[in-house]
């Protein structure tokens, strides 16, 4: 997945898996939507998110407002590029999607 603009590749989207842990269900909805809205939701405090490194990093940013440092807990790995990230996966159970696939052109 790549960004374009004017058909110049800008930079490639990586897929990242977002974990958290929190201690007050208040904190743990916000950061559930907030990551619901840049991710798909994989399972429990687990989200795939399709993102290119500045959107990871506008993503955590945002993430640390809500968390509690003394309490609370999050987890991003990054799993490399988004292209061909399903072939790294191996996933049991009932799966959900990962998100999808997007070109954006500015």
């Known amino acids: 997945v790549q960004l374009v603009r004017a058909g ?32 798909a939701w994989q399972q429990l405090s687990a989200f795939a998110c399709r993102l290119t490194p500045t959107a990871c990093a506008d993503l955590e940013r945002d993430l640390l407002t809500l968390l509690d440092a003394d309490h609370d807990r999050l987890m991003i790995v990054d799993l490399g590029a988004g292209s061909d990230a399903e072939a790294r996966l191996r996933r049991h159970g009932m799966v959900e999607s990962l998100p999808a696939a997007r070109v954006k052109i500015f």
């Open 8 to 39: 110049l590749t800008i930079m490639e989207a990586r897929l990242y898996l977002n974990t958290s842990a929190l201690a007050h269900r208040r904190r743990w909805r916000r950061v559930f939507r907030a990551l619901d809205k840049r991710g």
